[in-house]
């Protein structure tokens, strides 16, 4: 599903990212996202990053794994929460070179 959304074979119009559809795909993904933040790899991290305009998903991973504790204060953080604090963070991070997230 995944690889789907972040390659434009689901059907979606735009597969070229940007915040808005940054942040759709951490809603709907936000389960699986969530492990593979906790371990700092896996494919949905690729696929934020290669939607996000990312120039290295390990990087993403390690970021983001490090920031775990800022994007899931709580277990009942909202969706809306935790995808805009994952956009905040790779945003900050400019090493990370993110083009997509303007």
Known sequence: QTFAISSGTSNCADTHGGSASTKSFVQTNRVALSKDI????????????????????????????????QIFPTATVSDAQVSDA?????????????????
Not at 49 to 58: P, Q, T, V
């Open 38 to 69: 906790a371990r700092g790899r896996g494919e949905t991290l690729m696929s934020l990053s290669e939607l996000a305009g990312c120039g290295n998903s390990d990087a993403v991973g390690r970021t983001l794994q490090k920031s775990f504790k």
């Open 86 to 102: 994952v956009v905040t963070v790779l945003k900050s991070d400019r090493t990370l070179a993110c083009g997509n997230l303007v």
